[in-house]
C-alpha cells in the first residue's frame, strides 16, 4: 500500500467522548485485570487511528498549503485537540488510580504509567485560562519573528531569507548581513523583552497554582522527565566546561587557520573559504546512493529504506507551496513513518536521508510495541536514534560527497562537538531565569553575558549592540517556545558521539545495541535506554570527558591545511 491509498477520516469528537464513557464505566467496574487491560486496548486502537488521522491531516497541509481542502482538515484536528485531551484525561486519572495498578504495570511496564502521571500534575482545570494565554504568547513570538522585513542591499528579506548571506565566502557579505539582522533584533528588543517577561511570570504563576514551588520542576515534567532532574543536568553542564569548552577553543584556531584569518569574529561562522561541500547528483540520484547505502549497512534498514522508497513515504524536494522545514511524522495505523524535507543542494540532503531517516528507522523498528504511547520516547531520547544515524552511515558518504568527504566528516564531527556549549549556555540560563522570575530584563542580559563568559569565551561581537547587550538568546526559538527543551539535542549527542566511537572502533556489538534502542521505541525512559544500548550516561562524570578526547583526537588526525 502507498501513503496516497491510506484509508483517512475526521475523528467524530462526541462519538469519541460517547465511547470513553462506555469505556471508562466497564474499566472502574471490572473485577480483574483481563478486563481493564482489555479497555486499554482498546483505548489504544483508537489512539492509534486519531494520530494516523491526525497525521495524515497535518502532513497533507504542508506538502501543500494552498490546498483550502488539505487545510481545513488540519483545522479540524487542531480545533478538537483540547477537547480530545480532556475526554483522555479522565481515562488517564481511572488508569492511575486502578485497584490493579501493579498487575496492570507488570504487563504494560512502569514507563506507560510514569508518562500519564507526569501528564496529569502538569494540568489542573484551574490552569486552563492561562494555558490559553501561554499559547496566545507563544504565537506573538512566532509571529513577531515571522513580521521581519529587512532591508538589504536594495532588497527585503525576512530572516530565513537572510540567512544564506550569514554564510557567505566574502567576509563583507557576512558582517553587513549580520548588521542587518541584528539592527531588527535591536529595534525590536523591547518587544521581545516585554513578551518573554510575560511568558516567565505566567509560567510561574501556572507553577504556584499547580502548587510547585517555581516553573522549573513543573517544566521538567512537561518534558516527560521521571529519571533526572535540574542536579544531574548542571552536572552535565558543568562536564561541558571542563573538557568540551577547551576542545572547542583549539577548534576555533583550527578554523582560523583553515579560514586563512588572523582573528574570528563571531560572522566568520563558515567552514571553508570556497564554501561547504555539496552532495554530487540530482535528487533522485541521492535516494538510489541512499538505497545502495541503506542495503550494505545491514539487512533491517535494507528493507526499511526499500519500503520508504516504493511506498510513497517520502516528499523531498522543495517546491512552491510546499511547508518550509524538514521533519519526520508517522503512521501508527499502517506502522509507517514518513519523511518530509526541502532539498536545497547543500549537505544538509544528505543529513536529511540520514538524521531523518533515523527517527524514521526508529519508528519502523518500534512498530509492534504494544502502546502507541511507546512508539515514540521522550525528546532526548528520540534524538539518539537521528544523530547516531548520522553517524553509522559515515563509511558511505563518499557515495555523496567523492572527493569532499573528508571536508564533509570534519565539519559534521567539528560542528556537533562545537554545539554542545553553546546548547548548555542556553539551558543554563533557563534555569536561572526561572529560579529568578521577578529579575528584570536587564539582569537577564546582564546573566547571559556573564554565561556566555563561561560557555563561549572569546566570542568577539565586533562592537555590534545587539549581541553586546546581552540578548542574542532573544533568537532562540526554544527559550520563548518550550523551556528546557534544548538541552535535549547536548545529552542524545553526547549519546550519539558514544555511538561514532563504537563504529569508528570497529565494536562488533555496535550495531545490535543500535537496533534494540530503535527497537524498544518510548517504553523506558531515557537513563534506561542509554544503559540498555551499551552507552554511557551523560550524567555521569568522565563521560563526556572521554567522548570528547576522542574525538578531538580524531579531527587532529586530519591535515587541516590540506581540506
Ligand atoms: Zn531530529
Not at 82 to 93: C, L, Y
Not at 215 to 232: A, I, K, N, W
Request: proline share 4%; hydrophobic share 35%; aromatic share 14%.
Amino acid at each position: 500500500m502507498k501513503y496516497t491509498d491510506y484509508y483517512y477520516e475526521r475523528i467524530d469528537i462526541e462519538a469519541f467522548r460517547v465511547n470513553m464513557e462506555s469505556w471508562r464505566k466497564e474499566f472502574n467496574e471490572a473485577d480483574s485485570v483481563e478486563v481493564q487491560s482489555n479497555i486499554i486496548q482498546k483505548v489504544d486502537e483508537f489512539e492509534r487511528e486519531y494520530a494516523s488521522y491526525q497525521a495524515i491531516a497535518s502532513l497533507n497541509y504542508n506538502r501543500n498549503i494552498n490546498d483550502e481542502d488539505a487545510k481545513s482538515e488540519k483545522e479540524y484536528f487542531d480545533s478538537i485537540g483540547p477537547q480530545a485531551s480532556e475526554i483522555s484525561n479522565g481515562f488517564n486519572q481511572d488508569l492511575v488510580d486502578s485497584k490493579f495498578r501493579k498487575e496492570l504495570e507488570e504487563k504494560w511496564g512502569p514507563q506507560y504509567f510514569s508518562q500519564i502521571e507526569l501528564d496529569l500534575k502538569t494540568f489542573d482545570p484551574s490552569i486552563m485560562d492561562m494555558l490559553l494565554e501561554e499559547t496566545k504568547l507563544r504565537n506573538e513570538y512566532t509571529q513577531l519573528i515571522a513580521s521581519a522585513q529587512i532591508e538589504y542591499n536594495g532588497e527585503t528579506y525576512n530572516l530565513a531569507g537572510l540567512g544564506p548571506f550569514h554564510k557567505d565566502s566574502d567576509r563583507e557579505v557576512r558582517k553587513s548581513s549580520y548588521e542587518a539582522r541584528f539592527n531588527w533584533f535591536q529595534d525590536n528588543s523591547e518587544a521581545f523583552d516585554t513578551l518573554y517577561d510575560k511568558l516567565v511570570k505566567l509560567r510561574h504563576k501556572i507553577a504556584l497554582t499547580l502548587g510547585y514551588e517555581s516553573f522549573t520542576e513543573l517544566g521538567y515534567m512537561r518534558m516527560g522527565r521521571s529519571d533526572y532532574g535540574p542536579d544531574e543536568v548542571a552536572n552535565f553542564r558543568q562536564q561541558i566546561v571542563d573538557y568540551v569548552v577547551p576542545i572547542v577553543a583549539k577548534l576555533r584556531e583550527q578554523r582560523q587557520e583553515i579560514l586563512g584569518l588572523d582573528h574570528l569574529y563571531f560572522y566568520d561562522g563558515i567552514n571553508y573559504k570556497e564554501g561547504d561541500p555539496k552532495p554530487k547528483g540530482t535528487p533522485e540520484d541521492l535516494v538510489n546512493k541512499a538505497v545502495k547505502m541503506y542495503d550494505e549497512l545491514s539487512p533491517e534498514t535494507g528493507e526499511f529504506f526499500h519500503k520508504m522508497v516504493d511506498e510513497d513515504l517520502m516528499d523531498l524536494v522543495n517546491r512552491d507551496g510546499k511547508m518550509a522545514g524538514g521533519f519526520c511524522t508517522g503512521f501508527p495505523k499502517y506502522e509507517r513513518p514518513y519523511i518530509f524535507s526541502n532539498f536545497n543542494g547543500t549537505d544538509h540532503d544528505v543529513v536529511v536521508l540520514t538524521h531523518e531517516a533515523g527517527h524514521a528507522f526508529q519508528s519502523y523498528e518500534s512498530r509492534k510495541q504494544p502502546l502507541a504511547s511507546y512508539l515514540w520516547p521522550t525528546m532526548e531520547a528520540a534524538e539518539i536514534h537521528s544523530m547516531s544515524m548520522e553517524f553509522i552511515t559515515w563509511p558511505w558518504m563518499d557515495l555523496f560527497f567523492e572527493e569532499e568527504t573528508d571536508r564533509f566528516k570534519y565539519k559534521h564531527l567539528a560542528g556537533a562537538l562545537s554545539f554542545l556549549p553553546y546548547g548548555a549556555c542556553v539551558d543554563h540560563f533557563q534555569h536561572w531565569v526561572y529560579e529568578n522570575p521577578e529579575a528584570t530584563p536587564q539582569k537577564r542580559k546582564d546573566k547571559w553575558k556573564e554565561l556566555e563568559g563561561m560557555y563561549r569565551p572569546g566570542q568577539d561581537y565586533d562592537g555590534l549592540p545587539f549581541p553586546e547587550s546581552g540578548a542574542l538568546w532573544q533568537q532562540q526559538l526554544h527559550i520563548y517556545q518550550m523551556p528546557f527543551y534544548y538541552i535535549d539535542y547536548t545529552l542524545a549527542q553526547t549519546c550519539a558521539f558514544q555511538f561514532w566511537m563504537r563504529f569508528n572502533n570497529d565494536d562488533e556489538n555496535a550495531w545490535n545495541d543500535y537496533l534494540t534502542l530503535c527497537q524498544a521505541g518510548g517504553s523506558k525512559p531515557f537513563s534506561e535506554l542509554v544503559d540498555s544500548a551499551g552507552l554511557k550516561s551523560p550524567f555521569k562524570s568522565g563521560t563526556l570527558k572521554d567522548v570528547a578526547n576522542e574525538i578531538f583526537a580524531w579531527l587532529e588526525t586530519i591535515d587541516v591545511k590540506a581540506l
